[in-house]
């Protein structure tokens, strides 16, 4: 038996919902790096360049292209690293809870039928 072929370049209903909820993550980090709350020197640019780039591959994701899949992966993969870290160091549930969203949404982008849709 032969399996049906992916359509390649069809969006997810997935693949929407993790970069609604990205881009909003990464909205709301841009809005706290320019109140300064993460200080003003070399910590504010560098979360500012993490969300640009982020940002470039949540609109390479929406367009399914591959790069735009690999920037998001990897910023789902960092980013529940850095939440599992403050959670570590807090004891926040908010740490940990977001973090488990970002490993649920990793996992769901490594899956075969994601990747088979890409461009």
Known sequence: ???PTQPKGQLLPGI????????????????G???????TG????GILALCSLLVIGIFGLLRMRRWGWALV??????LSFGDFHFFKLAHSL???IRGF?????FLYLVRSEVRDRLV
């Open 42 to 45: 070399r910590g504010k640019y």
């Open 73 to 78: 992966l990897a910023g789902c993969l960092l």
């Open 16 to 31: 929407a919902g993790i970069c609604i909820f990205m881009l909003v993550l990464t909205l709301l980090n841009v809005f």
């Open 94 to 96: 908010f740490f940990l």
């Open 1 to 3: 038996m032969t399996q």
């Open 33 to 39: 790096a320019l109140s300064n709350a993460f200080g």
């Open 101 to 105: 969203f970002m490993l649920l949404f």
